[in-house]
């Protein structure tokens, strides 16, 4: 058995031990592990989804990518943290903004965090930019301007920085390409998604969907979180990626169809917009932590939650959906 004492993080030579850190920043306060993994400490599952970017707009604006998706539960590859007692925070990440009409950026969603996991924000697309940003799912490329028939404006590239396996990674994936073929033929690619890369704009106009997210049972139901934004386009719009993705929108002039914002506390990528509106907003993040049954959890803000009794060694789950500061006691 793993010394509880000690905690695996990246090194630039590979996975090495070191002494569990506590930290004191802006976010949740998390207090006073105790029981279930030997005296003073406790072993942690985690689900950590950072905020989705915002859809890029207009003019076949791409769609966000979803924000980082980083998990030990249910996972081969990835160990629970052993968390001493003492006072952590736990950060939620916010949404990116949508970007404005006419051609803003479509800005990246904000890092999640608890002790020394951290989940990048998705990428968005830059104000004036083509290509997609990168984050933990990279955002999709734009549409307009590019005539290359088998190419285009890139995709943002996913797990950045990179995650590794053991400490809950890879996190995300690519936005796909877009382009263009001349007038009413912009197409954007989607934003990437936790489980899938974001589709690519295909010929002659046909936008992108976002790359679908990653399902979970660590609240003891199976929810889906991380999916990617769908791309923008003149005359098509395309669809978000399961998880909260947001749909891409489609141009004025050929039946206007608004683009879908991310789902709120699922991380999912904000719709990139036909004309002439903007791009819309990615969803905010969520944080669970899941306990032995033997420890004693109690949270703050009460906006955030703990439920008792979940599987079958009854274990309890703290949610953590807002920003603020929360507290965990053991007795």
Request: net charge positive.
């Given at each position: 058995m793993r010394d509880l004492k000690?905690?695996?993080?990246?090194?630039g030579k590979g996975l090495?031990?070191?002494q569990s850190r506590r930290t004191k920043s802006f976010g949740y306060q998390v207090l006073g592990f105790g029981a279930g993994g030997g005296a003073g400490s406790v072993t942690t599952d985690y689900v950590i989804v950072a905020g989705g970017a915002g859809g890029h707009g207009p003019y076949a604006g791409g769609g966000g990518g979803a924000g980082g998706y980083r998990y030990s539960y249910c996972n081969p590859s990835a160990a629970a943290l052993c968390i001493s007692a003492g006072t952590y925070n736990v950060v939620v990440g916010a949404g990116g903004a949508g970007g404005p009409a006419p051609g803003g950026a479509g800005v990246s969603g904000s890092d999640s965090s608890f002790d020394i996991i951290t989940s990048a924000g998705g990428g968005g697309v830059g104000a004036g930019s083509a290509a997609g940003l990168a984050g933990g799912s990279g955002g999709g490329g734009q549409g307009a301007g590019n005539p290359c028939s088998a190419c285009g404006w890139a995709g943002g590239a996913g797990d950045t920085p990179?995650?590794?396996?053991?400490?809950g990674g890879p996190q995300g994936n690519a936005g796909g390409y877009g382009?263009?073929?001349?007038?009413?033929?912009?197409?954007?690619?989607?934003?990437g998604g936790a489980?899938?890369?974001g589709e690519n704009?295909?010929?002659?106009?046909?936008?992108?969907?976002?790359?679908?997210?990653?399902?979970t049972c660590i609240s003891g139901s199976p929810e889906t979180f991380g999916g990617g934004g769908g791309g923008g386009g003149a005359s098509t719009y395309s669809s978000g990626g399961t998880g909260g993705g947001g749909a891409g929108g489609r141009d004025t002039c050929r039946g206007y169809y608004a683009p879908v914002a991310?789902?709120?506390?699922?991380?999912g990528g904000g719709g990139g917009a036909g004309f002439p509106a903007g791009g819309s907003a990615g969803g905010s993040g969520i944080v669970y932590l899941r306990f032995p049954s033997a420890t004693c959890v109690s949270v703050s803000p009460a906006t955030n939650t703990v439920t008792s009794c979940v599987g079958a060694a009854n274990d309890k789950v703290a949610k953590f959906t807002v920003s603020g500061t929360n507290t965990v006691t053991v007795s």
């Open positions: 000690n905690k695996l993080i990246a090194s090495t031990n070191i990179a995650a590794p396996a053991a400490l382009g263009s073929y001349g007038a009413w033929a912009e197409a954007a690619g989607g934003g489980s899938a890369v704009k295909s010929a002659p106009n046909v936008a992108g969907g976002g790359g679908d997210g990653r399902a991310g789902t709120v506390n699922t991380g």
